[in-house]
């Protein structure tokens, strides 16, 4: 029985080191090789970003800086209209409008001057055609900014202005 013992202790010396006597490589635990795994994505990750948000920062930075115009204004005359009414027995109500052109340079100015009573046409009549519900609310303020640019644009085409701008906006 002795034999027997002695010999069961040789062969797990002899796992441990192998057939040929050189010891057995251990693996790294699944769970360490994947926390490690995860941080160097994180690391890389993080590095690109930070890469690209500074490359990209600084390039954005000299574009803005080397294009940069003052803004150009162009005051329109007051238009004052009454507004259309549904039935015949509501009592007349107006509309006093304030309008400013933002242009895209100074030269639009002198190209704008010329048309201008073609220009105040297009606004009386289209303002002659609202009724007070037109107005409601900030989007009936945005549709009639937007139908007034679109009429300022048609009217100086080929040429364009960036916006129509409210000064004041009465509804007596």
Do not use: C, W
């Not at 796992?15 to 795994?37: D, Q, S």
């Not at 930075?61 to 259309?84: C, I, R, Y």
């Amino acid at each position: 029985m002795a034999t027997t013992n002695e010999t069961q202790p040789e062969a797990k010396n002899a796992e441990a080191e192998g057939e040929e006597g050189t010891p057995v490589k251990r693996r790294l635990p699944l769970k360490l090789m994947l926390i490690a795994g995860a941080a160097l994505l994180l690391v890389g990750a993080a590095g690109g970003g930070a890469y690209f948000f500074f490359a990209g920062h600084g390039k954005a930075e000299a574009a803005a800086g080397g294009q940069t115009k003052p803004a150009v204004f162009l005051d329109m005359p007051d238009v004052l209209v009454n507004l259309s009414l549904s039935g015949s027995g509501e009592r007349t109500q107006y509309l006093k409008v304030k309008v400013t052109l933002e242009l895209p340079d100074q030269a639009m100015s002198a190209q704008i001057q010329p048309v201008m009573p073609r220009l105040m046409d297009a606004f009386q009549t289209y303002l002659r055609e609202l009724r007070p519900t037109d107005l409601d609310g900030s989007a009936g303020l945005y549709r009639l900014k937007e139908e007034l640019t679109r009429r300022v644009n048609a009217a100086i085409a080929p040429s364009r202005i960036n916006a129509v701008l409210f000064k004041e906006i009465v509804v007596q």
